[in-house]
């Protein structure tokens, strides 16, 4: 790529906001409410949708020669199944989106409250003046992107925002999922710069064609990747 990028792809967890959120508020949420959450709306379509997706990933557990708990169809051992997949941290599109929906709940109510880097939102704020498009590429739902954005420690940040991708475009590590994203964005691979902290996923938009900068929040970091380094989005223009 010559030049400022067109449009400028990011990750989230350590990227735009600190893992801690994640893991030790997001997460825990999830687990602590996820029977309590299907009890209640387990009947509703799009639950519906995200349990069967989640009985047929069990069905392939058990196939593999996996040890999920029993299902039964029952909240109670969906809720079990699920809670066995996050201590896996499994990227599974349904458990992210049953996720989301828990969380929706959370930030509605007050519970719940996104975190971002504070340089994040003047960055923001310039790419988006200097005519460029800004888009989240993560393994956390489209929907818990918004709410995350929607609702963080430095406001309403989605009208900075033009896109929002998650694993039903693709897999993080996979080039394909790049290219999507920026045939969605309506942009040649090319134009893109992808910033992310995990070097198997610049790896991915590398060889899909885009920019690539490797953030670290905490050094040292990795070594040995000959990737770009930045510090901050300051390091960014």
């Not at 709306?41 to 708990?69: I, K, Q």
């Not at 710069?193 to 590398?206: I, K």
């Not at 690539?212 to 929040?217: E, I, K, M, S």
Request: net charge negative.
């Amino acid at each position: 790529m010559t030049g400022a990028p067109a449009f400028i792809l990011l990750d989230i967890d350590g990227t735009t906001t600190p893992v801690d959120l994640v893991f030790q508020v997001l997460f825990p949420d999830a687990r602590a409410r996820v029977l309590a959450f299907l009890e209640a709306h387990g009947a509703e379509t799009e639950v519906v949708r995200d349990l069967v997706a989640l009985r047929d990933a069990h069905a392939r557990d058990a196939a593999e020669g996996h040890t999920p708990p029993t299902w039964d169809s029952s909240p109670a051992s969906a809720a079990a199944y699920a809670r066995w997949l996050m201590d896996q941290d499994r990227k599974l599109t349904a458990l992210k989106s049953l996720q989301g929906r828990i969380w929706a709940e959370g930030y509605a109510l007050g519970r719940l409250r996104g975190q971002v880097y504070d340089d994040v939102p003047p960055a923001l704020s310039r790419w988006t003046a200097a005519g460029r498009s800004v888009a989240i590429f993560s393994s956390g739902s489209v929907l818990a992107q918004k709410l995350l954005f929607a609702h963080s420690d430095h406001g309403d940040l989605t009208p900075f925002l033009s896109g929002y991708f998650d694993t039903t475009t693709g897999p993080k590590g996979d080039a394909v999922s790049y290219r999507r994203i920026a045939s969605a964005l309506a942009e040649p691979p090319s134009s893109g710069l992808f910033v992310s902290d995990v070097v198997g996923e610049l790896d991915a938009a590398r060889a899909a064609g885009l920019a690539t900068a490797l953030v670290v929040r905490t050094p040292p970091g990795p070594v040995g990747h000959g990737y770009r380094t930045i510090a901050t989005f300051d390091d960014l223009p």
